[in-house]
């Protein structure tokens, strides 16, 4: 029988009840139902990574996935038979499953515009969470869900799963320990096939299995103007939709600028940042850039992240299915800077680190000899729930302010793109040519965009604004900061507002 329908009122007062005894001990937890049993696991969001959830947890012992939660009853109902047989409970509201006694914790694999406000209300009802990545939608709700878990003291692991791997952990000690001499600098790609979604002339029905009022949830409550022949009118193409999604350097990027930052040792925002980029080569109803450079100013040496949705030249290769993560430059057709589409290449003063996908790194000294090689697999959902037996969050690969700030670094070169101007190749070119780094790799954007035949009046660049960060307070100060600012945060709904917890 479904479990009647929580109002707002009754789910805050009840969480708050429960959040007031999350903090708990080793000890103490080890007597909560569950604990020395099997850990029981909701997931949350089963259109994309919610699946690559479930696939992940079926491998790990002591480990019962025991409700399911999607605001589209159609996926619940075809999801649901893969999963213990059938044997497992079903929510559309977030709500009513966080309520349950049952759980110990979730994995939210949900749209961005619900992480940050799902994984503060789990953990405030005394659920540990693994939250997809970015764990944000903006800034400033992602420093809130990490207030959340200092407060409640629960699990928050951030679903960067690359720090999981062993080949990459060894080979950023192993960089840090000056094997290659000072990091010049650390570069991250995203060479991923993304054609039009199409343009719709009006607004599009909402499909009567999905309840709408839910998966909005925090954003703005509109009809969606999409409707691609592959994913309707509301899934998966809300990445493209800055209402909803983040474009590709937060679908994608997050990973490659996690791993940069990982290995500058960086533990904050940079000092300046600024984008180049845009929706090129087509019109349709995305509104995030398919082609872009973003360049992070750390103390340490530039992050640059490239973004490359277009082929390698006009007519080449087939798009990269709904959903991938890591495509292959010779299967794509797209391009590749050093052998690499999907990865990063750091650069050093004795040589570089090339990854081309995951878990695997490949050092190379300055003549481009083979020097070393780093390899391991993916443990991150088994790292999450060994925490959640142990308690020891120290162990954790994905901690959540790291989850926090690598999503950060997303939205500040979104921002600076949003709050930038039209602008021709040649006026770009004159006002980034003294920043060496940002030139070269706007230098191959631009002959990437010429392969492509890209008409500039028909889909102009932008020029990003030029953006002075305080990392200390994760804002923008100067006389042009005001605009940025008011981008840290958003308007949120009623019933679905995040709580000013830092």
Not at 170 to 181: C, D, M, R, S
Not at 324 to 352: F, L
Request: glycine share 12%; net charge positive; proline share 5%.
């Amino acid at each position: 029988m479904p479990l009647p329908h929580l109002t707002r009122r009754h789910f805050l007062r009840n969480t708050a009840l429960i959040g007031a005894a999350t903090a708990l001990s080793a000890r103490s937890w080890g007597q909560v139902v569950g604990a020395n049993g099997d850990i029981r696991v909701a997931v949350v969001g089963l259109n994309g990574r919610g699946k690559n959830h479930l696939a992940s947890l079926a491998k790990l012992s002591g480990v019962r996935v025991v409700a399911l939660c999607g605001a589209d009853t159609a996926v619940l109902a075809k999801v649901k038979p893969t999963v213990n047989g059938g044997n497992v409970k079903t929510y559309t509201d977030i709500r009513e499953l966080l309520a349950a006694p049952d759980i110990d914790a979730i994995t939210i694999a949900t749209p961005n515009h619900w992480h940050s406000l799902m994984g503060i209300w789990a953990l405030q009802a005394g659920k540990d969470i693994y939250i997809e990545k970015p764990v944000s939608h903006n800034v400033w709700e992602g420093r809130q869900l990490v207030a959340a878990a200092q407060k409640t003291g629960r699990v928050a692991q951030a679903g960067t799963q690359i720090r999981s791997g062993a080949g990459l952990r060894e080979a950023v000690a192993w960089t840090q320990a000056g094997n290659l001499g000072k990091i010049t600098a650390a570069r991250g790609f995203c060479y991923k096939r993304r054609d039009s979604i199409g343009k719709t002339s009006a607004p599009t029905p909402v499909p009567a299995t999905i309840n709408y009022d839910l998966w909005s949830g925090p954003a703005e409550l509109v009809q969606p103007h999409r409707n691609s022949k592959k994913n309707g009118p509301v899934h998966y193409d809300w990445h493209w939709i800055y209402l909803y999604g983040n474009g590709d350097v937060g679908n994608q990027g997050i990973h490659q600028m996690d791993v940069a930052r990982w290995f500058l040792g960086e533990p904050g925002l940079p000092r300046h940042t600024l984008s180049i980029g845009g929706r090129l080569g087509y019109s349709d109803d995305g509104d995030t850039p398919n082609t872009q450079v973003v360049i992070h100013d750390y103390a340490t040496a530039p992050l640059i992240f490239e973004v490359r949705g277009l082929p390698s030249k006009a007519g080449a290769g087939t798009p990269a299915g709904a959903g991938s993560e890591a495509g292959s430059a010779k299967t794509s057709g797209m391009d590749n800077y050093r052998g690499v589409d999907v990865g990063n290449v750091i650069d050093c003063e004795g040589g570089s680190i090339v990854t081309n996908g995951y878990f695997a790194a490949t050092a190379y000294d300055k003549a481009g000899k083979f020097v070393k090689e780093f390899k391991g697999g993916d443990r991150h959902m088994q790292n999450f729930i060994d925490t959640v037996r142990s308690r020891k969050t120290a162990g954790l690969y994905g901690p959540i302010e790291e989850g926090h700030v690598s999503s950060a670094l997303c939205h500040l070169g979104n921002i600076s793109h949003q709050v930038g101007h039209a602008a021709p190749p040649g006026e770009i070119s004159a006002k980034i040519k003294a920043d060496a780094p940002l030139a070269e790799a706007y230098g191959r954007m631009a002959e990437h965009l010429a392969a492509n035949h890209v008409d500039f009046a028909e889909t102009p660049m932008t020029l990003g604004l030029p953006l002075t960060v305080d990392a200390a307070h994760e804002r923008f100060t100067g006389d042009s900061a005001a605009p940025a600012n008011a981008m840290l945060k958003r308007a949120y709904r009623a019933g679905f507002i995040v709580p000013q917890l830092a």
